[in-house]
């Protein structure tokens, strides 16, 4: 399973942190990913943390902004997003699966995990 937490509303230039938390059968090799879905919008994706760190991968639309970690002890992915703005609204899954293939870590299709969703509203 997994929890996603941390959205909420801010303002334009605010930044906010979101936790992915796993429970259950899990390994360190395995990908979790951020992917949003902003309203009338396909889910896009965000970052990602590939096969436990590997690599750290972020969207161009976020690079600069937005930064990804993990920690093992509490198997836990973070994603800091700063100097947030209005078009960072949207929903905001985390999603895990282990075997991921590289060239489809931006893929919704590849995880059979996701969290619930958490909400993050930028607005004045």
């Known amino acids: 399973q997994l929890q996603a937490s941390g959205g909420g509303l801010v303002q334009p230039g605010d930044s906010l942190s979101l936790s992915c938390a796993a429970s259950?059968?899990?390994?360190?090799?395995?990908?979790t990913a951020w992917f949003r879905q902003a309203p009338g919008k396909e889910r896009e994706f965000v970052s990602a943390?590939?096969?436990?760190?590997?690599?750290?991968m972020l969207a161009d639309s976020v690079k600069g902004r937005f930064t990804v970690s993990r920690d093992n002890t509490k198997n836990t992915v973070y994603l800091q997003m700063n100097s947030l703005q209005r078009e960072d609204t949207a929903v905001y899954f985390c999603?895990?699966?282990?075997?991921?293939?590289?060239?489809?870590?931006?893929?919704?299709?590849?995880?059979?995990?996701w969290g619930q969703g958490t909400l993050v509203t930028v607005s004045s």
């Open positions: 999603a895990r699966a282990s075997g991921v293939i590289y060239s489809t870590v931006s893929s919704p299709s590849a995880y059979y995990h």
């Open positions: 943390v590939f096969r436990g760190g590997e690599r750290i």
């Open positions: 259950g059968m899990t390994s360190r090799r395995d990908t």
